[in-house]
C-alpha cells in the first residue's frame, strides 16, 4: 500500500514544534477540553467502578493526562507520543504537583504499534493524532486490541472542511499538494464500527480563526507542527512566486483578514466483547479466547 504520509517528517515536525507548542494549541486545547467532557459516560456505564489504566495517546505535552492523574488518583495513566521532545515536555507538566501520586508514566512508541497488553486499558483517549495515519481501520484495530472489553474510546480527529481556505488557495498556485487529505465524519464512523466498537457516538465542531495575513497562517500552522508531510510534497523550496500566488488566491473576510477553519470530528465509543466480529473484504472475522470456546470430551 502506498503511504499517504511520511511518518519520520510528522514526528520530526511535531519534535522541532516541542517547546513552542504550548503556545500555539489553543485550539487543539480547547478540542481537548471538549472530548474531555465525555469521560463522564464512563460512571454512568461502570458506577463506582474507577478506571485503573488510562492512556492519553499522541499525547503531545500531556495535559490530558494531567487531568487524568487528578481525576484518578489511584489509576495508572500512561502519555503515548512518538515525538520524543514532546514527552519531555510532558514530563514537566505532568510532575510537580503529584509527588504524593502516582506519575504519569511517559512512553516514545507510535500509535500504530502500541506497546500494550492486550485487553489491558480502561480508558484510551485520543485527541487530535489519527489525521496523520494512513491506515484509520487498522489504528483501530489496534485501539480494540488494547482496550478492556466495556472501556471507553474517546477520540478526535480533523474532518474534510479543514483548512480548506488553505487547500484551495494553494491549488490556484500549485499542482503539488500543500494540505493533507482529512476524512469525513461517516467514513470515520464506518471505519469505528467495521473495528468491532460498540455504540459508537460522533459529532462535530467547526471552529473558524482569523488571522491577519498570509505568513500568519503559514507560521501559525508550522508552530504547531501542523507542515506538510505528504509523501507527495514538493521536497524543493516552493519559491515566492507560488507562495505570493497562493496568497493573493486566498480567501479574505470582510475586515480583510485570513479565516483558517477547523472541523473537529469527535468520537465515543466503547470496547467490544471477545469473540465480537471485525469487517473485512468479504465478510466478517471474530476471534475467540481458546479458553472461552466449549469442548466436549467423550
Same mark, same amino acid.
Given at each position: 500500500m502506498n ?10 515536525a511535531?519534535?522541532?514544534a516541542?517547546?513552542g507548542y ?11 477540553s ?12 461502570? @458506577? ?11 499525547? @503531545? ?7 487524568? =492523574? ?12 512518538? /515525538? ?9 507538566? +505532568?510532575?510537580g504537583?503529584? !509527588?504524593?501520586r502516582? +506519575? ?7 500509535? %500504530? ?10 480508558v484510551?483517549?485520543?485527541?487530535? &493524532? ?10 483501530? /484495530?489496534?485501539? =480494540?486490541?488494547?482496550?478492556?472489553p466495556?472501556? !471507553? ?13 488553505? =487547500?484551495? &488557495?494553494?491549488?490556484?498556485?500549485? /499542482?503539488?499538494?500543500h ?7 461517516? @467514513?470515520?464512523?464506518? /471505519? ?17 480563526? +482569523? ?8 507560521? $501559525?500552522?508550522?508552530?504547531? $507542527?501542523?507542515?506538510n ?12 512566486a507560488?507562495f ?7 480567501? %479574505?473576510?470582510?475586515? @480583510?483578514?485570513?479565516? !483558517?477553519t ?11 466483547e471477545?469473540? +465480537? ?11 475467540v ?8 470430551? %467423550?
Open positions: 503511504e499517504v504520509f511520511d511518518t519520520r517528517q510528522v514526528r520530526h511535531f519534535g522541532r516541542a517547546h504550548e503556545d500555539a494549541s489553543a485550539l487543539q486545547r480547547e478540542i481537548e471538549r472530548l474531555l467532557e465525555s469521560f463522564d459516560h464512563y460512571a454512568i456505564r461502570h @458506577g463506582d467502578a474507577k478506571p485503573q489504566v488510562v492512556v492519553d495517546l499522541g499525547c @503531545g505535552p500531556a495535559h490530558a493526562a494531567a487531568w487524568f =492523574r487528578k481525576q484518578l488518583p489511584d489509576a495508572r495513566v500512561l502519555a503515548i507520543d512518538a /515525538a520524543l521532545p514532546m514527552l519531555q515536555i510532558a514530563n514537566a507538566n +505532568t510532575r504537583q503529584w !509527588l504524593r502516582k +506519575t504519569v508514566e511517559r512512553i516514545c512508541a507510535d500509535l %500504530r504499534a502500541l506497546p500494550l497488553a492486550d485487553a489491558s486499558v480502561d484510551l483517549f485520543c485527541n487530535l &493524532a489519527l489525521q496523520w495515519i494512513d491506515d484509520l481501520p487498522a489504528a483501530f /484495530a489496534g485501539f =480494540r486490541r488494547v482496550l478492556k466495556g472501556g !471507553l474510546l474517546l477520540c478526535t480527529t480533523f474532518g474534510t472542511d479543514t483548512l480548506y481556505e488553505l =487547500r484551495e &488557495a494553494f491549488a490556484a498556485a500549485d /499542482a503539488v499538494p494540505v493533507s487529505p482529512f476524512v469525513d465524519i461517516a @467514513g470515520f464512523g464506518d /471505519a469505528l464500527v467495521a473495528a468491532g466498537f460498540r455504540e459508537p457516538v460522533l459529532d462535530r465542531d467547526l471552529l473558524v480563526e +482569523t488571522l491577519p495575513d498570509f505568513s500568519s497562517v503559514l507560521r $501559525g500552522l508550522k508552530a504547531m $507542527g501542523a507542515t508531510a505528504l509523501h507527495a510534497r514538493r521536497h524543493s523550496l516552493s519559491g515566492r507560488r505570493a500566488a497562493a496568497d493573493a488566491a486566498y480567501p %479574505r473576510d470582510g475586515a @480583510g483578514r485570513f479565516p !483558517l477547523w472541523e473537529a470530528i469527535y468520537a465515543q465509543a466503547w470496547g467490544p471477545p469473540g +465480537t466480529p471485525i469487517r473485512v473484504p468479504g465478510g466478517e472475522l471474530a476471534s479466547p481458546l479458553d472461552r470456546i466449549p469442548i466436549r470430551r %467423550r
